[in-house]
């Protein structure tokens, strides 16, 4: 009890950052930080306004550029081609076959999935709107904010590189529950969210606050995972880091070994 006390009390500091934070020009922090990425990944950083996560994101594009390319969600054209590929028909099949399964097991309840590719834009949106992003985008920036040999100002022109190195050194407390704006895998439909349905109400939903209350005490993890084993032997999972149940790995098509899609 004293633990999650002690959890919620930091979560409401972590909200509540020192004024010198919101104090960083964000159109400095823009430029310094796009000097050392490719076009697409300072691009998305445009659309995130608040310089927290603006940070984070760009800590997790720096980490991650080795692989960038290969993750990098798909746009408008790719998004069409591969729905009306015979890749996607593989994945709705095996998508049926998981459910049936499910159903015959788990009389009065069903599987939902979302099949559709979430787009760049709708990443961007959800890691705006993001409380943990929030917290741990202020958490970093606060901590930065205290390096006096880091100046946070136009006139340093050593910023890009003092930025880079620095973020590779230092991690977000706590950790964000979201893969930054690009890389999550349900942008290359490598990823599928299942939920659980009863009646056409979802009762086990892809929700972080439902994990221990919902999936595993009344042990939806489990069943769903009989399910994938028994009928979808394309997918791994689920996800553990962040811990989501429902989140399941699409293999079939993509043979590369790729790092989780939260921050590294």
């Known amino acids: 009890m004293l633990t999650e006390r002690l959890n919620v009390l930091l979560t409401v500091a972590l909200m509540t950052a020192p004024m010198q934070v919101q104090a960083v020009d964000p159109l400095v922090l823009q430029n310094a930080l796009a000097g050392n990425l490719p076009a697409k990944a300072a691009d998305a950083l445009e659309g995130i306004p608040e ?21 990098w969600s798909w746009d408008e054209a ?21 459910a049936r399964h499910f159903s015959q097991n788990n009389p009065d309840y069903a599987l939902f999935a979302n099949t559709k590719v ?92 439902m994990v221990d209350s919902v999936w595993r005490a009344q042990g939806w993890d489990a069943k769903l995972k009989t399910s994938i084993m028994e009928a979808g032997p394309s997918f791994q999972g689920p996800l553990l880091s962040p811990d989501e149940p429902w989140h399941y790995t699409y293999t079939a098509n ?11």
């Open 51 to 71: 310089p927290g996560p603006k940070l984070l994101a760009a800590r997790s594009y720096y980490r991650s550029l080795v692989h960038l390319d290969s993750r």
């Open 78 to 98: 790719k998004i069409a081609a591969f729905q009306d590929s015979p890749e996607h028909k593989a994945l709705l099949a095996e998508i049926d076959r998981i």
């Open 118 to 209: 979430r787009s760049l834009d709708q990443q961007i949106a959800s890691w705006n709107s993001n409380a943990s992003v929030k917290v741990a985008g202020e958490s970093l920036l606060g901590t930065l904010a205290n390096e006096s040999n880091i100046p946070l100002t136009a006139d340093n022109a050593n910023l890009p590189e003092q930025l880079k190195t620095w973020l590779g050194a230092h991690a977000p407390v706590p950790r964000p529950n979201l893969a930054a704006p690009g890389l999550s895998a349900h942008g290359q439909m490598r990823a599928i969210d299942f939920q659980i349905e009863k009646n056409g109400a979802l009762i086990a939903p892809a929700d972080t606050a």
């Open 254 to 264: 993509n043979q590369e070994h790729l790092p989780d899609e939260t921050i590294p």
